[in-house]
């Protein structure tokens, strides 16, 4: 059965500190490893999707990397608006697609 | 506007009741997903639909049930409800089975 973690739960950031959110996973066989970010009480948003180990994708002040295991989301120079939950999936072979429970980020100003 | 539409946006309505949540997937998409999302609870799989048949089940309770119709809108339909129903639906459409979602703004049922 796929599954997904994330680390850590919450977090809390002032403005300006880079840090970095993980997405631990098992998979049959990956397809896919989706990001998304949500606000309270909006639909997710997609933001990536990486298909490979080694595979980087970079979007304003985020980007994620994926490893075999993990995926990385790393969050340069943060903004009180990039505070929400983020969400990573993944997608096997069969087209399952499992969310994990999500990190939530606040950013300080 | 993610090009998924949701009605309505908020509900509310008794214990017993029976309600249906609308969704219309974004142009060209086939598949139509619906997930729950309860307060601290992350996003649960209930139903897939694609181009009109069903194709995946997740944790949906007898007492709801699905269809997409043939101009690929769905309908979610949720009866005998009760307190711990309340929640938002999200219904999420893509243009096969794989690949991202692209989600609506969602239902937020609140049942008294």
């Known amino acids: 059965e796929d599954q997904v973690t994330q680390s850590p739960e919450a977090l809390r950031l002032q403005e300006g500190e880079s840090s970095s959110l993980n997405c631990s996973y098992t998979?049959?066989?990956?397809?896919?490893l989706f990001w998304y970010r949500q606000d309270p009480g909006k639909g997710p948003e997609f933001l990536f999707t990486l298909y490979s180990a080694g595979e980087e994708k970079e979007k304003e002040r985020l980007k994620a990397t994926l490893t075999k295991k993990e995926s990385f989301l790393h969050i340069t120079a943060p903004k009180p608006e990039d505070s929400a939950t983020y969400l990573c999936?993944?997608?096997?072979?069969?087209?399952?697609?499992?969310f994990g429970p999500g990190t939530r980020l606040s950013v300080l100003p | 506007d993610s090009g998924v539409t949701q009605t309505p946006k908020h509900l509310i309505t008794a214990t017993g009741q029976r309600v249906t949540l609308r969704c219309s997937p974004r142009s060209g998409d086939l598949s139509v997903y619906w997930y729950q999302q309860s307060l601290d609870q992350g996003l649960q799989f209930l139903i897939q639909?694609?181009?009109?048949?069903?194709?995946a089940k997740g944790n949906i309770l007898e007492r709801f049930s699905a269809q997409q119709f043939p101009d690929l809108h769905s309908e979610l339909n949720l009866s005998s409800l009760e307190l711990g129903d309340s929640a938002l639906y999200f219904c999420?459409?893509?243009?096969?089975?794989?690949?991202?979602?692209?989600f609506g703004s969602g239902t937020r049922l609140t049942v008294v």
């Open positions: 998979v049959s066989g990956l397809r896919g």
């Open positions: 639909y694609y181009n009109g048949e069903e194709r």
């Open positions: 999936a993944v997608q096997d072979y069969g087209q399952n697609f499992v």
């Open positions: 999420a459409s893509s243009l096969g089975g794989v690949g991202g979602y692209t």
